[in-house]
């Protein structure tokens, strides 16, 4: 379902792309910074079809939204993720 709602709205990589762009984040003096949240621009400052990211662009730094700073918010999803996957830990 996931990757259908994602090309409707226009957001949706490739696998080879989604690869590519996590190698750039690794390989490219641009992405050298830390700690920051690094987008590709196929007008993903936008929203819309075909508007919210999509293939292609450029890399720019993007902006946390509150939800991702608010640190209750990111307790609980540490707490969920690591109920989810604590049978793999052993």
């Given amino acids: 379902f996931f990757p ?6 226009g957001s949706y990589v490739s696998q080879k792309e989604a690869g590519e ?3 750039q984040t690794i390989a490219d003096p641009q992405a050298a910074k ?4 690094w987008s590709w621009n196929g007008d993903a400052k ?3 079809v075909g508007n919210a990211g999509g293939a292609g662009g450029d890399l720019f730094e ?5 939800m991702v700073q608010d640190e209750a918010n990111g307790q ?4 969920y993720s690591m109920e989810l996957v604590k049978p ?3």
Wanted: aromatic share 14%.
């Fill in 4 to 9: 259908t709602l994602m090309k409707a709205i």
């Fill in 21 to 23: 762009r996590l190698a």
């Fill in 34 to 37: 830390s700690g920051v949240y």
């Fill in 46 to 48: 936008s929203i819309g």
């Fill in 62 to 66: 993007n902006s946390f939204s509150g």
């Fill in 76 to 79: 609980l999803c540490w707490d």
């Fill in 88 to 90: 793999y830990l052993k």
